[in-house]
């Protein structure tokens, strides 16, 4: 594999990581360092009945989450508006919540462009709904955030 194609494997594995971090700890007691504890000690490349987890970037992974954290309330104001008036951030599926928190924290971070964050948070929805309905409704929604955070990008 090229180095190239191994960094963008990396740092697509980290956003699912912390999608999957956000989940576990909106649904349990467990801090934010001991959610990145067990994630970056059990998940990045570990094995399992034979298959291997991607390794992830562990500088982004830390990035997604923390920022998550501290700017969840801005994060879930952005959602909320990119959502219909009815349909608020607490009544989405969990796992939806935690994509578009770290989503939202990588579009805040600007570190990669709009475009290639949207991507590749429909595609970790795909990830976690196959079935197709779920990645079109994660794509507006990111849209319209991403308008949001970075409108000088559009």
Known sequence: M???????????ASR???VQ????????????DQVR???ETHRFGAVYDDEEMAEGNVDLFRALLETA???QGRIDQMTDRALVAKWPIDRI???????FRAAG?????????????INEFVDVAKAFHPEGREARFVNAVLDHMAREAQ???F
Request: glycine content about 0%; hydrophobic content about 45%; overall charge positive.
């Open 105 to 117: 924290a990588e579009l805040l971070r600007r570190s990669a462009p709009p475009r290639v964050v």
């Open 69 to 71: 954290v501290e700017f």
């Open 37 to 39: 504890a067990e994630f």
């Open 93 to 99: 599926d969990p796992t939806l919540r935690a994509l």
């Open 21 to 32: 971090a956000l989940f576990q700890m909106e649904h349990s007691a467990l801090t934010i």
């Open 2 to 12: 090229k180095p190239v194609d191994q960094k963008r494997q990396m740092k697509s």
């Open 151 to 153: 409108p000088d990008a």
């Open 16 to 18: 699912l990581y912390a």
